[in-house]
């Protein structure tokens, strides 16, 4: 771990300030994190990379989108690009690709919104979005690739897994887990002391009062286990439509 020149005070503690980075994925989420790193000034944002041919050479909010992950050596190379956020809401996939651009040779950044109010003592790992309103209480600790989206409250000695999505507006109360892979759907509520299992899914609104059991879905008040899904590959895509996208990123050769 690197920490920033200007520790204790800087918002993402891990890697030293103004690098020159690129965010992977120009979808929704890819803009949200454009704008958490346009307020924060922490680094100069070189463009987007994205997996769809059609969107190479368009702006979005004013950056340019420069190809797929192949595009990265050269952009290390010629432009001094160093480090790297990557923006894509599907857990699985964004875990993924985080994998890659590390093995590419860049630094994985956290991007993390000036409105955010994160205790001093959290502990962040690595490409981490925080986004707007959210708040993370005393001795939390937030794994790799994690989303903390606008608004959402994670209080005091929680544990979040590598690539969890907390999504806006979610509320987990205190010494909550949250392990590698969950989706905690938008304003929903965790008790106290409750264990959320890998790549377990809680729905928007939901009322967690129990441990939810790995790969498992709930919903409801309280919230109650689902035993019949859809099809993966069709809940996927209505669930996280960019995963579709991601999934398609040539590996470099």
């Known amino acids: 771990m690197v920490t920033c020149p200007s520790a204790p005070e800087c918002r993402h503690r891990n890697v030293d300030c103004d690098m020159k980075c690129v965010i992977v994925g120009a979808g929704g989420h890819g803009r949200v994190v454009l704008d958490i790193l346009l307020n924060s000034a922490d680094h100069e944002v070189v463009g987007f990379l994205d997996s769809n041919p059609d969107l190479t050479g368009r702006r979005m909010d004013g950056r340019l989108v420069l190809g797929d992950l ?110 590698a892979g969950a989706f905690i759907g938008i304003g929903s509520t965790v008790i106290q002391n409750v264990r959320v299992g890998f790549e377990a899914i809680v729905g928007a609104g939901a009322v967690v009062i129990n441990d939810v059991p790995p790969m498992s879905t709930v919903v409801g008040v309280p919230a109650q286990e689902i035993k019949e899904t859809m099809d993966p590959e069709t809940f996927t895509a209505w669930l996280m439509p960019e995963v579709r996208r991601a999934q398609a990123v040539p590996h470099p050769r």
Request: charged residues 15%.
């Open 70 to 179: 192949s595009a990265l050596p050269g952009l290390r190379d010629r432009q001094g690009v160093e480090g790297a956020v990557v923006a894509i809401g599907d857990n699985n996939a964004r875990r993924e690709l985080s994998d890659r651009v590390e093995q590419l040779g860049l630094t994985l950044i956290n991007a993390v919104h000036p409105s955010a109010n994160l205790a001093h003592n959290v502990i962040l790992g690595r490409n981490i979005v925080v986004a707007a309103g959210a708040l993370v209480c005393a001795h939390c600790q937030i794994g790799d690739s994690a989303i903390l989206n606008t608004g959402c409250i994670v209080d005091h000695e929680s544990m979040i897994g590598t690539a969890v999505h907390i999504c806006p507006g979610a509320r987990l109360a205190g010494r909550v887990t949250v392990e």
